[in-house]
């Protein structure tokens, strides 16, 4: 018999809502302000001051942001921003969407996150920004990437879709370079279903964001049908259809209030695994380096079938007939073939982002999980390897 049964499956990344977000939701159908409105700019001013951010703008999802942060910096067709292989393809397409050349530099095979020394091996006369992505939760070496950036005259934007948590040397993620960029998807810490946001430390900077994000109106615009009278709007120049909606902030708001009590708990279900698998023939997360949070956002255990007797695509199907949903986080960039195709990219460019995007599993790791849930999972990574 699996470990659950098919009508208690449980969800990979399935969030945490409490009544709170639902009474904010059901508040805003009532008052019947829907779209970009109050609670949006609510949602900024909370955000920003959580992540110690001067200015936030935001957007209806991380893939929107890291596209508005980059086309802010105007940068051209042709030009080159390099960013890891082990990572989820908006990282990439938000770079080719910008009008530039993504190149990739390789892992470090212990963090996981982009290696700076490949990072300088691949800077060209062409390169003009640094895309580093807060790979599962941990902070990327911001110190160093930060050095190659200064040394080089780069822009740095980073990804911080797994990062809202997350600290370097005592500084949230998304402060180092000129643009921050979250998610708030569905599975993510802080989830709106759908939603994203920009943070920076300039206005002129932010200001540019949302006039980008909302059709290239002037800024403010969402306001001239407030109670404020009718406000004329000027069209600037030409952006794109990237806003927040209230519904969605009035979820984040309160997912917000909490992000630290659902940290806890994360950090609980985390040390669980780490003592229930220790003895496994399994690849485990590396210890948070001193000075830094990590946001445990991603729980990712590597299936080596040299050492566990069982291919990882096997190991996938296996613990999903027990009842347990998990994701694979990710296939190297070079394993997809659109971007084979365009850029020429090989296996053998980034070898330790394609062995470990081969090898990895990501288990639950949602605040919702029980005792009973984590039990589970536990039980059911073990017969998976005994089988």
């Known amino acids: 018999m699996p470990v659950r049964s098919k009508e208690n499956f449980l969800i990979f990344g399935s969030p945490r809502i409490e009544q709170d977000e639902i009474d904010e939701v059901v508040a805003s159908m009532e008052v019947g302000w829907l779209g970009t409105g109050p609670k949006v700019a609510r949602f900024e001013k909370d955000f920003s001051a959580y992540v110690g951010a ?29 960013t890891t292989p082990l990572t989820f393809c908006a ?18 095979p212990v963090t996981q996150n982009i290696d700076p020394e490949c990072i300088r091996e691949k800077i060209t006369e062409r390169t003009r920004a640094i895309l580093p992505v807060h790979f599962a939760g941990r902070s990327c070496d911001m110190d160093r990437i930060m050095a190659v950036a ?40 802080v989830c709106t279903g759908e939603g994203g946001m920009v943070v920076a430390a300039g206005e002129d900077a932010i200001r540019h964001v ?26 600037i120049e030409a952006g794109f259809k990237y806003n927040m909606m209230d519904l ?8 917000l209030k909490r992000v630290e009590q659902y940290f806890v708990r994360r950090c609980e279900i985390w040390d669980r695994y780490q ?52 994701g694979v ?10 971007y084979r195709e365009r850029f020429g990219w090989t296996l053998a460019d980034t070898p ?36």
């Open 54 to 82: 001067p200015y936030a703008a935001a957007c209806n999802s991380c893939t929107a942001a890291l596209h508005l942060a980059l086309v802010a910096l105007g940068l051209k067709p042709g030009d080159e921003v390099i």
């Open 91 to 108: 990282s990439v397409n938000a770079i080719i969407h910008a009008g530039c050349t993504p190149v990739l530099a390789d892992i470090d």
């Open 150 to 189: 200064r040394e080089h005259d780069l822009k740095v934007v980073e990804d911080c879709a797994h990062a809202i948590e997350t600290t370097w040397k005592g500084r949230h993620a998304g402060t180092f370079g000129d643009f921050g960029c979250f998610s708030f998807y569905v599975t993510k810490n």
């Open 210 to 235: 949302k006039v980008l994000g909302l059709h290239g109106m002037s800024a403010d615009a969402w306001k001239r049908f407030s109670d404020e009278g009718y406000k004329h709007y000027q069209v």
């Open 248 to 255: 969605q902030a009035a979820i984040g708001i309160h997912q």
């Open 275 to 326: 003592d229930a698998f220790a003895a496994l023939p399994l690849g485990l997360p590396a210890p948070e380096e001193p000075g830094t949070c990590h946001a445990r956002h991603l729980y990712t255990i590597l299936v080596d079938p040299d050492a566990c007797g069982v291919e990882r695509d096997e190991f996938l199907a296996r613990i999903t007939r027990e009842g347990i949903g998990v």
């Open 329 to 338: 986080h990710y296939l190297s960039i070079p394993e997809q073939p659109y």
């Open 352 to 387: 330790h982002a394609v062995r470990i995007g081969r090898q990895t599993v990501s288990l639950p790791l949602s605040a919702k999980l029980t005792d009973a849930d984590v039990a589970d999972v536990i039980e059911a990574v073990k017969r998976t390897l005994n089988a």
